[in-house]
């Protein structure tokens, strides 16, 4: 399993979302339409409804990103899935980055920071729909593989992508020993 640092390069804050942020979500601009119109007007309904949980991300007063993270079934993603898939999956349902500060390894620390949290919480399987430019993003900089083969070679604007962080080495280093 790949090492996931916990230096903060970026001095990033990240604060869960609340009422007091709703000014400053209407300027927030990814380069993505649909990314902007739901922090602005869904992201903290859907927090405060417990369906899905943003976080913010600020360098000193400026939102500079966000996510939203929510758990799921596995068997969603599939159609006509067996009662075996039916296991609760870590979803980033959203990821953002405001288009003045991209490609400032923003994005990478905060993915890390959900491999970390995800970690902690002990989850197995991490998933997110990539829109179809950015899928090599989380292929090339994670261990997110792309769930179906279909999403690539097919006209889809978005590719399923999935981590799996079940650790053979450690189960074989503990039965083994
Ligand atoms: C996707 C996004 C979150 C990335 O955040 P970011 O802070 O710009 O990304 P980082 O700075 O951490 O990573 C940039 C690196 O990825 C590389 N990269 C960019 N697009 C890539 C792609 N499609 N495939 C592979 N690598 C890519 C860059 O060249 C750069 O490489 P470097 O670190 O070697 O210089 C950001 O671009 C964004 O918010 N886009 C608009 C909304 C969006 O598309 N969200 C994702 C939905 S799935």
């Not at 949980?53 to 993603?77: F, Q």
């Not at 890390?112 to 399987?125: G, T, V, Y």
Request: proline share 2%; hydrophobic share 40%.
């Amino acid at each position: 399993m790949k090492d996931f640092p916990t230096s903060n390069t970026n001095n990033l804050i990240h604060k869960i979302i609340s009422i007091d942020d709703l000014p400053q979500l209407k300027k927030f601009r990814c380069g993505n339409g649909s990314m902007d119109l739901f922090l602005e007007t869904e992201a903290y309904p859907s927090h405060i409804e417990r369906e899905s949980s943003t976080t913010l991300v600020y360098i000193d007063t400026k939102l500079v990103g966000y996510y939203t993270l929510r758990h799921i079934n596995l068997s969603s993603l599939f159609a006509g899935s067996t009662p075996e898939e039916e296991i609760g999956v870590l979803d980033i349902a959203r990821l953002a980055v405001d288009s003045d500060f991209q490609d400032n390894g923003i994005g990478k620390e905060i993915v890390n920071n959900i491999f970390h949290m995800a970690i902690q919480l002990n989850e197995r399987f991490i998933v997110l729909d990539a829109v179809k430019e950015k899928w090599t993003w989380y292929k090339d900089n994670f261990e997110f593989d792309n769930l179906f083969e279909d999403d690539i070679v097919a006209n889809s604007d978005i590719v399923t992508m999935i981590a799996d962080l079940y650790d053979q080495d450690l189960v074989e280093r503990y039965y083994d020993a």
